[in-house]
Structures are given as structure tokens and as C-alpha cells.
């Protein structure tokens, strides 16, 4: 995977094309110590191997976006404690809860894919929503990781392929979907310019998987 240099600061950006982005992987060493969890149980755990958990932790391999959802699970962390926020916090920025402002959304950034955050900072089990920026030939990495939950997303600008199970879609500027995340997907960008999506993942009740 290509090398990302570091960016440890975490900012709240002055203006939105200045949006607050940070190193993910020291955030992940951050809460991997919390639960007091040693890179060999980590790794038996998500099934990530302890080289390349070192690796991200250290910022010189990009993470994918299925090998993220890994680690997130099997840390049992929030999509908020990913992007930084620490569980229960709710920044005091003079806005209601249930608001996010443009200048104040975190990114991560995993090279050829750009993850931003749009859900309230309060918000961290039900409904998680981003904008995912997919660079020209750019993929979320094979197969993501199944598990129960439902996903949807708005194509907002470009082409990419969008494949569940053994089905897979060319879909354009306005084109959406939504599907089961327990069926194995994966993302690729087809075109020649940055692909942007409207991506959502909604909790749904376990009692439909027993």
C-alpha cells in the first residue's frame, strides 16, 4: 500500500475547504492501549495481521476500508471514536446537538479513498452518514467486512462500480441504492475524475439475524 505521510494534529478547520483531518492510525494505537489490548490480541481478533496493525498504527501503510471496519470491530469503537471523538464527548460549539457544521466535519485519509464525516458528534449508534471521495481507479479494498447493518448511498458526482455478492452496478451522477451489509460488497472507482458518495449505514435490530 502506498506510504501517507503523518498528520498527527487534529484542526478545526476556518473554512470548509479546510476540513479537520488526522493521523487514523495513532488514533487507533490511542484506543487499542485504552482496552488494554496488545497488537497480537488485536490482530487474533480482526483478523489483521500484527505487521501490517504496526504498520497503520505508524502511518506508513494506508488502511482499507474493509481492513478499517476490522479494526473498528473488533475494537468495538464508534464511526465517531474512529474519526477522533472521544465517546460521550459533544464539542461546545454553540450549535445544537443534532448539527454538524461544514467547517467542523473530520476526514480520514486512506490515500486513494477520503472518509468524511457528517453525523453529529452526539450520534453514535444508529445512523452514520459520509461523503466518501474515491480517487480514479481507487477501491474500498476488496470485499468489506459483513456484518448486520443496512447501507445506502447517493452518487453525488463520477462512476463507480458498486458490487454485492456476485451482482455488480455501474452507477453514475444521481443514481442510488441500498442493500444488506451482512452480503459482501466492495466499491471501485471506473472513472477518470474523483468519484463522491452520499454513504449511510443505519443500525438494524439483531433479533432479524437469530
Do not use: C
Request: proline share 6%; aromatic share 4%.
Amino acid at each position: 500500500m502506498p506510504a501517507h505521510g503523518e498528520n498527527k494534529d487534529r484542526r478545526v478547520a476556518d473554512s470548509p475547504s479546510e476540513t479537520a483531518e488526522f493521523h487514523v492510525g495513532a488514533t487507533l494505537r490511542t484506543l487499542r492501549k485504552q482496552k488494554g489490548l496488545s497488537l497480537e490480541r488485536l490482530a487474533q481478533a480482526s483478523g489483521v495481521s500484527m505487521g501490517m496493525i504496526s504498520q497503520v498504527e505508524r502511518g506508513i501503510a494506508n488502511p482499507s476500508m474493509r481492513l478499517l471496519t476490522s479494526l473498528r470491530r473488533a475494537l468495538n469503537i464508534s464511526m465517531q471514536e474512529l474519526f477522533g471523538e472521544a465517546r460521550g464527548e459533544i464539542p461546545e460549539t454553540g450549535e445544537p446537538s443534532f448539527v454538524r457544521r461544514r467547517a467542523q466535519r473530520p476526514v480520514i485519509d486512506l490515500g486513494m479513498l477520503h472518509k468524511e464525516l457528517l453525523t453529529p458528534p452526539d450520534r453514535h449508534q444508529h445512523l452514520q452518514i459520509m461523503i466518501l471521495r474515491l480517487e480514479p481507479g481507487g477501491t474500498s479494498g476488496g470485499h468489506a467486512l459483513s456484518y448486520p447493518a443496512e447501507k445506502g448511498g447517493l452518487v453525488l458526482s463520477g462512476k463507480v462500480t458498486l458490487s454485492v455478492d456476485d451482482e455488480a452496478s455501474e452507477l453514475e451522477t444521481g443514481d442510488s441504492f441500498v442493500f444488506d451489509s451482512n452480503r459482501p460488497h466492495s466499491l471501485r472507482n471506473i472513472g477518470d475524475v474523483p468519484t463522491e458518495i452520499l454513504w449511510i449505514i443505519g443500525a438494524v435490530q439483531f433479533d432479524r439475524y437469530l
